[in-house]
C-alpha cells in the first residue's frame, strides 16, 4: 500500500472469484498497538471459497444458468420424484392385488362331467321318500364354509323335506382324522345332515363332482334336478340363485333354475396320481362320525 496513509483506517475490495458470484471482500480492521507514533492496518483472514464443492464438475461457475440452481440440478438427489415414483408403484400393486382377488372370487370352478342319473355303483343310500341331497366338501377347501352355511340355512327352511349327506374328501394316504376340520364339524351340526368320509374321492368320481361346495340334487327315482353350487362367490353368503332354486324344487317341486356355478376348491385327492386313483377299486364311503 505504498503512496497511502496509514492515519486513517483504509477498506481493499477483494478480487470477484467467478464472475455473477457475490464477491467475497476481505475487510482490513485497524488495530492500534501501544506505540507511540504507529497505527498498523491487520488484514483478517477470509474463508477460501471452493467452487467445486457447490458445483458439479465440468460446470463452469461463471455459467449464469447454474448460479440460483436448486440443489437437485446441482447433483443432489432428487427425492419427490422417488417418492412420487413410489407412491405409483404401490397403487399399481395395490390395485393389481384387488383385481385379481376380484377375478378369483368370482372364477367358477370347472365342473364338467357330472352325472344325470343317479349311479347304481355308488354306496350311498338314495332315498325312496324325498329327493336326496349330496355336497362334496374337501375338508381343507376355505371357500366351503360358505357352502356349509348356506346348506344350514337351507336346511332350516326345508326341514324334514329333503335327505342331505356331505361327502368329505378323505385321502387314506393322510391320518384317519384328516378330514375331520372344523368344516366336518359345522355339517355335524346341522340338523338332519349326515357327513361322511369319501375314501380316495371315489365317491366324487363316480358322480362326476369336480369342485368343493358341489351340490346335487336327485328325487327318488334317481333323477337329477339340480346341479351346482349354492353361493354366488368363492366364500360369499346370502341369496344366491343356486340355493333359491333348491330351495323351490323341495318346496313347490319345480324350479327355473336347475343348474348354477360353483364356487370352490377342486377336489384334488393328495398322495395319488389321477391314474393310480382310476385303476383302483373304489373304496366305500365311510360315515367317520361314528367308532370305527
Not at 438427489?77 to 404401490?90: D, E, Q, T
Not at 395395490?94 to 347304481?120: C, D, Q
Not at 376355505?142 to 329333503?162: D, Y
Not at 361327502?167 to 349326515?194: C, H, M, Y
Amino acid at each position: 500500500m505504498e503512496g497511502e496513509s496509514y492515519g486513517y483506517p483504509r477498506y481493499v475490495n477483494a478480487t470477484p472469484i467467478g464472475s455473477g458470484i457475490a464477491p467475497y471482500a476481505s475487510e482490513l480492521c485497524e488495530q492500534t498497538f501501544a506505540s507511540s507514533h504507529t497505527r498498523v492496518p491487520v488484514a483478517l483472514p477470509m474463508p477460501i471459497h471452493n467452487p467445486e464443492l457447490d458445483f458439479p464438475s465440468g460446470r463452469s461457475t461463471s455459467d449464469p444458468r447454474y448460479l440460483n440452481a436448486p440443489a437437485s440440478e446441482a447433483g443432489a438427489p432428487n427425492y419427490r420424484a422417488l417418492v412420487i415414483l413410489a407412491v405409483v408403484l404401490w397403487g399399481f400393486v395395490v390395485t393389481a392385488g384387488t383385481l385379481y382377488g376380484l377375478w378369483y372370487e368370482t372364477t367358477p370352478a370347472v365342473t364338467s362331467g357330472a352325472v344325470t342319473h343317479w349311479p347304481e355303483s355308488s354306496s350311498c343310500q338314495l332315498s325312496a321318500e324325498v329327493p336326496t341331497l349330496l355336497m362334496f366338501v374337501h375338508p381343507r377347501c376355505p371357500c366351503s364354509r360358505a357352502s356349509l352355511n348356506e346348506l344350514a340355512l337351507l336346511m332350516t327352511h326345508c326341514q324334514g323335506k329333503v335327505d342331505t349327506q356331505v361327502l368329505f374328501l378323505r385321502p387314506t394316504v393322510e391320518p384317519d382324522n384328516w378330514a375331520q376340520t372344523d368344516l366336518w364339524k359345522s355339517a355335524e351340526r346341522i340338523p338332519g345332515v349326515i357327513p361322511q368320509g369319501d375314501f380316495d374321492g371315489a365317491e366324487h368320481r363316480r358322480f362326476g363332482a369336480k369342485a368343493s361346495g358341489e351340490v346335487f340334487l336327485f328325487q327318488p327315482d334317481g333323477t337329477l334336478s339340480f346341479h351346482g353350487g349354492i353361493t354366488s362367490g368363492r366364500g360369499h353368503e346370502g341369496d344366491n340363485p343356486g340355493r333359491l332354486s333348491v330351495e323351490r324344487l323341495l318346496l313347490a317341486g319345480d324350479s327355473a333354475v336347475q343348474g348354477t356355478p360353483v364356487f370352490g376348491c377342486q377336489l384334488e385327492c393328495p398322495g395319488s396320481t389321477a391314474s393310480e386313483l382310476s385303476g383302483r377299486e373304489p373304496s366305500p364311503a365311510t360315515n367317520l362320525s361314528e367308532p370305527r
